[in-house]
């Protein structure tokens, strides 16, 4: 079965850390684009942070540039968003999505392939 499964979200104090990790099981993330985006209560979904399959190129929403940092471990079939100072309005479930491209880029536009189910980040005192 082809899946990508999020975890490490959770409820953390403001100014706190989170490291979520994105794991492909079923293929090989090697050649995808992953992205990860979040969606707020009553808010659209928005693009955080993507990253190149070969991890040669990121991008970064305004919101979350300085804060956030987005890697990929091949070998380990993972993506990872690592995510400090975090605010209250980061509050938010958590996406990640893979897109199957050799192009040194991404793109929160892009037409993802796979999605995972997402994790609940709340940021919270």
């Known amino acids: 079965q082809l899946q990508l499964v999020e975890s490490g979200g959770g409820l953390v104090q403001p100014g706190g850390s989170l490291r979520l990790s994105c794991a492909a099981s079923?293929?090989?993330?090697?050649?995808?684009?992953v992205g990860w985006f979040r969606q707020a209560p009553g808010k659209e979904r928005e693009g955080v942070s993507c990253?190149?399959?070969?991890?040669?190129?990121?991008n970064y929403a305004d919101s979350v540039k300085g804060r956030f940092t987005i890697s990929r471990d091949n070998a380990k079939n993972t993506v990872y968003l690592q995510m400090n100072s975090l605010k209250p309005e980061d509050t938010a479930i958590y996406y990640c999505?893979?897109?199957?491209?050799?192009?040194?880029?991404?793109?929160?536009?892009?037409?993802?392939?796979?999605w995972g189910q997402g994790t609940q980040v709340t940021v919270s005192s």
């Open positions: 990253i190149s399959s070969k991890g040669g190129s990121t």
């Open positions: 999505a893979a897109r199957n491209s050799p192009f040194p880029l991404c793109s929160f536009h892009y037409e993802y392939d796979y």
């Open positions: 079923g293929f090989s993330l090697e050649t995808y684009a």
